[in-house]
Structure formats: structure tokens, C-alpha cells
């Protein structure tokens, strides 16, 4: 059974920097889209960032420049480094993973889920 740990949350000030870290495990991590999303409190879950199955990555225009999003497939663990953190980055940040050849951060297509963590930036 598949199965998604993240990690790595926690509180910060503005300009902070945080790295989440998520491992997989259950399933040939390799051959899955991976991708981080977030939801704040009272609005929707959406999309941060994703990374195909050779390193092709996308990001959210709002975190562009200042989030990266890695992998190590020996570790089968996903990355989120975030720099310049903002107070409106306070979320619940989430891993996902989905088997499909495409790789999109639309919610639906991701198949499995990590429990989240919570990330706080105080201004």
C-alpha cells in the first residue's frame, strides 16, 4: 500500500526559509509524478509545485523564484525548498503522487496523499 510522509513544517518569520521533505514508500517511486499543494485555512487545497518522472518541474506563479521542488529517487523522497517565505504561504502543505505519464497539479488526478504540514509565517 502506498504511502506518503511528510515533513519538515514548522513556524517562521517573513524572509525565512523552510524545506519540506516527503517519503514514499509502497509503490516504484520513480514512475510517479510527484507534487506539492497547500490549503489555508477557509480556502481551497491547490497546487504548489510538481515533478515529472525525469525531472521536469512546474510551479504555481505565486511561489515561482522562491520555491524549488527536488527529488531523490534513491531515497524515493520529495523536496520542497522554500526561500523568502511570505505570510501568505501559511498553509497546510501536502505531498502527493499519481501514476499518470502527464504531470499537472490539478487535484483529481493524484491518486495518493501525505498527511500534511503545517507551515506558519509570522510577518
Known amino acids: 500500500q502506498a504511502q506518503l510522509a511528510a515533513s519538515g513544517g514548522g513556524s517562521v518569520q517573513a524572509g525565512g526559509s523552510l524545506r519540506l521533505s516527503c517519503t514514499a514508500s509502497?509503490?516504484?517511486?520513480?514512475?510517479?509524478?510527484m507534487g506539492w499543494f497547500r490549503q489555508a485555512p477557509g480556502k481551497e487545497r491547490e497546487g504548489v509545485a510538481t515533478?515529472?518522472?525525469?525531472?521536469?518541474?512546474s510551479y504555481a506563479d505565486s511561489v515561482k523564484g522562491r520555491f524549488t521542488i527536488s527529488q531523490d529517487n534513491t531515497k524515493n523522497t520529495l523536496y520542497l525548498q522554500m526561500n523568502d517565505l511570505k505570510p501568505e504561504d501559511t498553509a497546510v502543505y501536502y505531498c502527493?503522487?499519481?501514476?499518470?505519464?502527464?504531470?499537472?497539479?490539478?487535484?483529481?488526478?493524484?491518486?495518493?496523499w501525505g498527511q500534511g504540514t503545517q507551515v506558519t509565517v509570522s510577518s
Open positions: 502527493a503522487a499519481h501514476s499518470g505519464s502527464w504531470c499537472y497539479a490539478r487535484l483529481a488526478d493524484f491518486d495518493y
Open positions: 509502497g509503490y516504484t517511486y520513480s514512475n510517479y509524478c
Open positions: 515533478i515529472d518522472i525525469v525531472g521536469t518541474t
